[in-house]
T-cell receptor
Framework: DGGITQSPKYLFRKEGQNVTLSCEQNLNHDAMYWYRQDPGQGLRLIYYSQIVNDFQKGDIAEGYSVSREKKESFPLTVTSAQKNPTAFYLC?????????????FGPGTRLTVL | QKEVEQNSGPLSVPEGAIASLNCTYSDRGSQSFFWYRQYSGKSPELIMSIYSNGDKEDGRFTAQLNKASQYVSLLIRDSQPSDSATYLCAVEWQPNAGKSTFGDGTTLTVKP
């Protein structure tokens, strides 16, 4: 089955720790995205990547880092510099053809800071 | 800052009625528009995309785009309790921008 997987489903972090969220896709999509969603809010873009070994900051990149070493994988690290990281994190991918940015989402990771 | 605005709701309709969800956007030159459905605690799923002025129908869903007035709407006919969810509007500001901006969503409740 083609799709996007995210792990873990739930993650608990102590203050001051870095944690890495995994995102893998087998849809052969070029573009991948990371969003953050807070309760009752929409999606805010953290980082996105249109091609391997290249990525751009979104609207709320501070305190986060990413890498894109393989087409299939786009891990997100939440660093200790992110002061309020408790949220629902969503990874998405798309073909990124001109004008057709239909995005498909993974199941998400819920991060809680203890 | 380019913006996508949605009425947060909640919007409540009786089963079998037509639900109408609206979205306005700030950039007149925007090209691509998407509607996603998000059930509580789940991730969004794409239900409609529209790129040209006018209506696009898919089953019980119709997306309507009016670029001159800068709004896009989603109509759900014969609403079912299973349609109860939050509906997110997304706009890609320019072709091949590689990213979309999402509204905060409208919560729809369909009452049996």
């Amino acid at each position: 089955d083609g799709g996007i997987t995210q792990s873990p489903k739930y993650l608990f972090r102590k203050e001051g720790q870095n944690v890495t969220l995994s995102c893998e896709q087998n849809l052969n999509h070029d573009a991948m995205y990371w969003y953050r969603q807070d309760p009752g809010q929409g999606l805010r873009l953290i980082y996105y990547s249109q091609i391997v070994n290249d990525f751009q900051k979104g609207d709320i990149a501070e305190g986060y880092s990413v890498s894109r070493e393989k087409k299939e994988s786009f891990p997100l690290t939440v660093t200790s510099a992110q002061k309020n990281p408790t949220a629902f994190y969503l990874c998405a991918s798309s073909h990124d053809r001109e004008g057709y940015n239909e995005q498909f989402f993974g199941p998400g990771t819920r991060l809680t800071v203890l | 800052q380019k913006e996508v605005e949605q009425n947060s709701g909640p919007l409540s309709v009786p089963e079998g009625a037509i639900a109408s969800l609206n979205c306005t956007y700030s950039d007149r030159g925007s090209q691509s528009f998407f509607w996603y459905r998000q059930y509580s605690g789940k991730s969004p799923e794409l239900i409609m995309s529209i790129y040209s002025n006018g209506d696009k129908e898919d089953g019980r869903f119709t997306a309507q785009l009016n670029k001159a007035s800068q709004y896009v709407s989603l109509l759900i006919r014969d609403s079912q309790p299973s349609d109860s969810a939050t509906y997110l509007c997304a706009v890609e500001w320019q072709p091949n921008a590689g990213k979309s901006t999402f509204g905060d969503g409208t919560t729809l409740t369909v009452k049996p």
